[in-house]
């Protein structure tokens, strides 16, 4: 009887075709899953980490050689739109990834099949699965396929979906200083921890904001604080 790939349509989807599937399984592990299973060993959490600093090298490069008169800040501000995490979960949606990330059954009742956070980590772990399985090559056909569609929609608001960096540039142009980012609290079991994020600026002015990572949490407490700043940013 032939093998049937469970993973053809999918593969298809993300234009690159795994050699050792193992990593495409592995990449689709939610650490919820891991943590219910006494038999799995592994998530998809380090090729996640990969997958964030693969996919960062791509997009700087191509939008390097895409816009030769851009200078860094707006190189910056155009990769953190492509590879936001909103940015991410909305490409993982129309992937219809859900469908196929192996969660726990407590993350399964929340809701956590369609999170966008974890959507936006199980497609950063495939890319990463896919460095692996095939270097740089097999990234740039996931990235070609896409990501590179959403260059053409890039806003002309260069900081869109990259509060953090708002705020940096905001700041440093304010105070010659940065913003400082403080973890407040964390809430819930390992497997669905919410953390609580106070960041500060330079002039005492504060706010906060909660996520389901610590990134996310940042993202939200910059977002609040450039609307306490208001009209003065």
């Given at each position: 009887?032939?093998?049937?790939?469970?993973?053809a349509a999918l593969e298809k989807r993300i234009g690159y075709k795994f050699r050792r599937k193992r990593l495409l399984e592995r990449a689709l592990?939610?650490?919820?899953?891991?943590?219910?299973?006494?038999?799995?060993?592994?998530?998809?959490?380090?090729?996640e980490f990969l997958g964030d600093a693969v996919l960062g090298f791509a997009a700087a490069?191509?939008?390097?050689?895409?816009?030769?008169?851009?200078?860094?800040?707006?190189?910056t501000a155009f990769?953190?739109?492509?590879?936001?995490?909103?940015?991410?979960?909305?490409?993982a949606a129309e992937l219809d990834l859900g469908d196929h990330v192996r969660i726990g059954k407590g993350e399964e009742r929340s809701g956590g099949r369609q999170r966008p956070s974890n959507l936006a980590d199980c497609l950063e772990a495939i890319i990463g699965g896919a460095y692996i399985d095939?270097?740089?090559?097999a990234v740039q056909k996931i990235f070609k396929k896409l990501f590179v569609p959403l260059i053409d929609s890039l806003s002309g608001d260069v900081w869109e979906g990259n509060p953090k960096g708002k705020l940096q540039e905001y700041s440093q142009r304010q105070w010659k200083s940065g913003p400082r980012y403080r973890v407040k609290s964390t809430r819930g079991p390992a497997?669905?921890?919410t953390f609580?994020?106070?960041v500060t600026l330079p002039d005492g002015t504060s706010a906060t904001g909660s996520g389901a990572s610590k990134q996310q949490a940042e993202c939200k407490a910059?977002?609040?604080?450039l609307r306490e700043i208001g009209p003065r940013e």
């Open positions: 009887m032939p093998f049937r790939n469970p993973y592990v939610h650490r919820s899953f891991r943590f219910e299973s006494p038999d799995v060993s592994e998530d998809n959490q380090r090729l490069a191509h939008l390097y050689e895409r816009f030769g008169d851009s200078n860094e800040g707006v190189l990769r953190s739109q492509i590879s936001s995490g909103e940015a991410l979960a909305a490409i095939g270097g740089n090559r497997h669905a921890t609580e994020v106070v910059a977002r609040n604080a």
